[in-house]
């Protein structure tokens, strides 16, 4: 899914926090977004993600501009997941359901999602009870599983330890290479931008500089 972003201005309380004239995020790509805290790095996916809507200019999806966001195609997962207070099997089930799968094809996807993880010993653990790096984890599954057309990440392995980490960036990989989907990632490690990403935007007082 390409991303297209055309005189995006954003405020609050009379501040202008973001201000984009145009920008393009490529089809089928990893794209980075970097900059300092207060940079407008969250609140540009926020409005990517259609969570945010108080904002001047237009966002388009494969260069169409629809009232109605693409939310079946896209999902967000956010630095502080909100995991339901039931097992993390449930979880990780819960889009494929909303969707409408067949029973087989639900199980059978969850399975394959959580050896690829690594949480199996994790299926019937209460999610909100999870450590930083675990919850990462089914976020990430729960967000993979359904195989959206734009994945959107923000700070998705801050404050996680280093082998949750090389997980997560190793299955955000994977799940671009054999889906050929897009995937947006807001990070302030410039290192991690430049093992995983693509293309990488820099913002700087709710502007592209390069």
Not at 60 to 75: A, C, E, F, G, L
Not at 155 to 160: A, F, G, K
Request: proline share 3%.
């Amino acid at each position: 899914m390409k991303v297209s972003i055309n005189n995006i201005k954003k405020y609050y309380n009379d501040k202008l926090v973001l201000d984009i004239e145009k920008l393009e995020i490529e089809k089928g790509k990893i794209t980075g977004i970097i900059g300092p805290n207060g940079s407008g790095k969250s609140t540009l996916l926020n409005i990517i993600a259609g969570l945010d809507d108080e904002y001047t200019g237009t966002v388009s999806y494969d260069q169409s501009v629809i009232n109605s966001k693409p939310y079946d195609r896209m999902t967000l997962v956010s630095q502080k997941p909100y995991l339901f207070k039931r097992k993390v099997y449930l979880n990780i089930e819960y889009p494929l359901k909303i969707r409408k799968f067949n029973k087989e094809d639900i199980k059978n996807r969850v399975n394959k999602v959580i050896s690829r993880l690594g949480i199996e010993g994790l299926r019937d653990k209460k999610a909100h009870l999870l450590s930083g790096g675990e919850s990462q984890k089914v976020s990430l599954a729960r967000a993979l599983v359904f195989e959206p057309e734009l994945l959107l990440l923000d700070e998705p392995t801050s404050n996680i330890d280093p082998e949750s980490i090389k997980v997560l960036e190793r299955e955000i990989l994977n799940f671009n290479r054999e889906t050929g989907a897009t995937v947006i990632i807001v990070t302030h490690n410039l290192e991690q931008s430049n093992r995983i990403c693509d293309n990488i935007i820099y913002l700087e007082k709710g502007r592209v500089t390069y």
